[in-house]
């Protein structure tokens, strides 16, 4: 494994997810109107092929 070339390869994924999770969130707040509140929010990584998940949780303050 070429350290370099994965950690860019890593990076470059993590921030397609980033903001693409990003702009579906505005959307979904936006299109159902949400105003005030709070989301609970879940994602969970996981590999193909391989045995691997990673769940990451936590709130999103509509504010």
Do not use: C, P, W
């Amino acid at each position: 494994m070429n350290d370099e070339t994965f950690n860019m390869s890593l990076r470059k994924f993590l921030k397609q997810v980033g903001v693409t999770s990003q702009q579906a969130l505005e959307t979904h707040v936006r299109t159902n109107g949400l105003t005030d509140g709070t989301l609970a929010a879940k994602v969970v990584l996981t590999l193909e092929g391989q045995e691997f998940e990673h769940v990451v949780t936590g709130k999103i303050d509509l504010g």
